[in-house]
């Protein structure tokens, strides 16, 4: 039986600040998009600090049988759930596909 503990420290800068884009597709102008949210490409990333935290838990089982004096047969069982770390204090990020920002908008090209 196997139980380990996992930490670990992220730490990473992939833009943390907003990325956004207007190229004038609405008004003509591409400050006048940018100032009225309408922009042709938005990006923006996590840039957090976080600790990463968890239990590792497995086992294994094996029993060998005797069937002739010349064959033996060797069965294993392995069990390894996956179960993900957590962060610390319970923080996170998702992205759930068709839920709008209340912060952001983007027009998309239809």
Do not use: C
């Amino acid at each position: 039986m196997d139980l380990i503990h996992i930490f670990a420290q992220e730490k990473h800068r992939y833009p943390a600040t907003v990325n956004a884009q207007a190229w004038g597709t609405w008004t003509g102008m591409a400050f006048a998009d940018w100032i009225s949210g309408n922009w042709d490409s938005f990006m923006q990333g996590g840039g957090e600090i976080s600790s990463l935290k968890g239990w590792m838990l497995g086992a294994y089982a094996q029993d060998q049988y005797r069937i002739k004096p010349n064959l033996t047969v060797t069965l294993g069982l392995r069990w390894d759930p996956n179960t993900p770390p957590t962060v610390t204090g319970g923080r996170g990020s998702q992205w759930r596909p068709g839920v709008q920002s209340t912060m952001f908008r983007m027009r998309r090209w239809v």
